[in-house]
């Protein structure tokens, strides 16, 4: 017997399909945020702690050498920071957050060592460890009016071993002829100083010499300067000179450059 469609049992309707909802976003974490807060607060202590010491001592709010060692110390903390700003920036490139605060430590960091690389560690690797230059190692001027620190010697144990160290150092610290009198010399030389900002401690007409304080670097460390002239046979003129660190074992080539400097320039007067 066929089966007609009124024989089929009815159908229940479909029910309509619902929607799943999203699952809700995972918040970004939180920490690689503060890696980079960490890092930069960091970079910039170091900053204002190494340079605020620095501008102390310029002014002579503290002592020079306190600035300077201070200064220098934040080297350690800065490479530390720098090390935690890079982690800082890998985790954050890797949850896919902001890395801004991790690199503007990284930042800080390395220009802070960057500055101490450049201005203190390549010349003290490039110069000599001395600190008293002069053009005459046989016969320094010698200081009538500014004294000679005591330790001047140091790190040496004898003037042959300063000696010996001064020659293989700055063999062209040499003197220089000048074709004038001895008189206009010593003339032109302490104008030439005064110009320079140093502090003319004494102009000694009889013994044609001059002494002098002059500034090295942003600290102002003050060196005592000696300039002596002799006369010679021929008219000319015989120009000595000598300058010397009142702190330190190594001057980072300073006395040297304004040696050259100073002797250049008068001789081209």
């Known amino acids: ?32 945020g503060w890696i980079g807060n960490f890092a930069l607060g960091g970079a910039i202590l170091a900053v204002v ?26 080297m350690v903390p800065a490479g530390v920071i720098a090390v935690i700003a890079l982690v800082g920036l890998i985790v954050a490139r890797r949850k896919q957050v902001s890395g801004i605060t991790s690199g503007l430590g ?14 203190v560690i390549r010349p003290a690797g490039a110069a000599p460890a001395l600190h008293d230059i002069t053009t005459n190692v046989d016969n320094p001027p010698q200081f009538a009016t500014l004294p000679l620190r005591e330790d001047n010697l140091i790190p040496f ?20 002829l000048i074709n004038k009198n001895a008189s206009q010399v010593l003339a032109d030389a302490r104008a030439l100083a005064e110009s320079k900002g140093w502090e003319i401690a004494n102009v000694d007409q009889q013994n044609l010499q001059i002494e002098a304080t002059a500034y090295a670097g942003y600290l ?20 000595d000179m000598r300058s ?12 040297a450059a304004r040696i050259r400097e100073f002797l250049g320039e008068l001789q081209a007067q």
Do not use: C
Request: charged share 20%; glycine share 6%.
């Open 244 to 255: 010397v660190s009142r702190v330190g074992l190594s001057d980072l080539g300073y006395n």
């Open 157 to 176: 144990n004898s003037i042959e071993e300063w000696r010996a160290a001064h020659r293989q150092g700055y063999p062209d610290i040499q003197p220089v």
């Open 106 to 119: 990284l930042l800080v960091a390395l220009v802070l060592l960057g500055a101490m690389y450049f201005a």
């Open 220 to 239: 102002r460390f003050r060196d005592d300067v000696i300039i002596k002239v002799s006369p010679v046979v021929d008219g000319s003129s015989r120009v």
């Open 49 to 74: 702690i190494g340079v605020g010491a620095l501008t102390l001592a310029r002014y002579d709010l503290i002592d020079k050498l306190t600035g300077f060692i201070t200064f220098m110390s934040m």
């Open 1 to 32: 017997m066929a089966t007609t469609p009124e024989d089929l049992p009815p159908v229940a309707p479909a029910e309509p399909m619902t929607e799943l909802a999203p699952e809700p976003a995972r918040p970004a974490p939180r920490w690689p």
